[in-house]
């Protein structure tokens, strides 16, 4: 490609979509940036460093699941066609109906699919997640057996399969672990919501199942990087590396970090953190909670909400963002999430700056919460 790719993202505001969209825009990389999503920036809780990223000029209200929208999506000024486009949008929040799921996320991923392929973009990026792995003793590699043990892993396999079967689409699979780093709201900054409330308590925070169980995670910078490497190369490099007999028609990429996070590295890190006593629960209420587990989440909600609650007043914090230590049944599984991302690196050649989570790396999560004024400092 003679001159820059010009960049569509759909979901732009979302988390990830929102650090692709300031990873292509610091670095110059794209000749015309476009970022798609529903809600508009002002609700999206976006820290200043994303103003120019995702502008009113490179900004565009729509929903993309809906087919009237998207020629309006697709069309440029100039009538040539979007040489990236990125799917990060879909729905992210657990325990929702499955026609929520299927609306948002599927239907939302064949529509632009479809009209990627009719429209001959160079490549499509779609992001799936770990979870869609059958757990195993071993880290999931990408050729491995598939069995989704979240709904909305159930969902995001369902749409990777359809846009397989889309003629003549370019497309890549990203599969992604946790997702951590600045401003991060799900998983990890979960577990910090609840150490925090543990530390006003000054009580000891003990997890369910064991130590052992992995919750592997790749940090935010690296998949803005990551997603765009892989972009390139497929549409500029021409996929060196990649044989179809082997490793399938569909170039997958697992991306998660090297560190193999577990729930003990979790532990210790947060112990640390917050100078707080980390442990976990014995055998006997492991397996009462993994047999009553609708009233164990209750019970932990209702313990951990109100003085979260009660921290966020006395800091006086009046618009406390997307941040909960609100526990969801669907993450407090005892399953691993394991996999292998050695083929992202062995075939695109990318390198993780990030390669495993630690105290520094969350301290500056926390750090990111206090600089946009989210977060209950301790007194």
């Not at 995001?156 to 401003?183: C, F, M, P, T």
């Not at 799900?186 to 992995?214: G, I």
Request: negative net charge; glycine residues 8%; charged residues 25%.
């Amino acid at each position: 490609m003679a001159e820059k790719p010009s960049v569509l993202i759909v979901g732009g505001l979302g988390y990830i979509g929102r650090f692709l969209a300031l990873h292509i825009q610091k670095n110059g990389f794209a000749s015309e940036l476009r970022i798609v999503d529903k809600m508009l920036p002002q609700l999206a809780w976006l820290a200043p460093e994303f103003e120019e990223a995702c502008s009113k000029e490179n900004f565009m209200q729509a929903d993309a699941s809906k087919e009237a929208a998207l020629p309006r999506i697709f069309g440029r000024s100039n009538g040539k066609e979007w040489d990236y486009v990125f799917n990060c949008g879909g729905e992210t929040k657990n325990s929702q109906e499955d026609e929520v799921y299927k609306v948002r996320s599927l239907a939302l991923s064949v529509a632009i699919g479809n009209e990627a392929a009719r429209r001959g973009v160079k490549a499509f990026i779609e992001l799936s997640t770990g979870m869609v792995y059958k757990p195993d003793s071993q880290p999931s590699k990408e050729g491995d057996k598939l069995k989704p043990w979240s709904k909305i892993a159930m969902f995001k396999l369902q749409a990777e399969e359809e846009l397989a079967k889309i003629s003549g689409l370019n497309l890549i699979i990203v599969r992604l672990a946790h997702v951590y780093g600045d401003y991060a709201s799900q998983f990890v900054a979960t577990a910090l919501c609840m150490a925090r409330v543990y530390q006003y308590h000054e009580d000891e925070m003990k997890w369910l199942w064991t130590k052992e169980l992995r919750v592997n995670t790749v940090h935010i910078s690296d998949v803005a990087r990551g997603l765009f490497d892989i972009a390139t190369w497929y549409a500029v490099r021409n996929r060196p590396e990649w044989d179809e007999k082997t490793m399938g028609k569909t170039p997958v990429f697992n991306m998660v970090d090297q560190g193999q996070t577990c729930q003990g590295n979790m532990a210790e890190i947060i112990g640390q953190l917050f100078g707080i006593k980390t442990g976990f629960q014995g055998q006997l209420i492991s397996t009462f909670a993994r047999l009553n587990m609708d009233s164990v989440v209750d019970d932990v909600n209702d313990d951990l909400l109100g003085p979260w609650a009660k921290l966020l007043e006395d800091a006086g914090i009046t618009r406390p963002g997307p941040l909960t230590p609100f526990m969801e049944k669907e993450l407090l599984k005892d399953t691993d999430l394991s996999m292998d991302g050695s083929r992202l690196e062995k075939v695109v050649g990318f390198k993780y700056e990030k390669p495993k989570i630690t105290k520094e790396l969350v301290q500056e999560m926390i750090d990111s919460y206090i600089r946009i004024g989210w977060w209950p400092v301790a007194k």
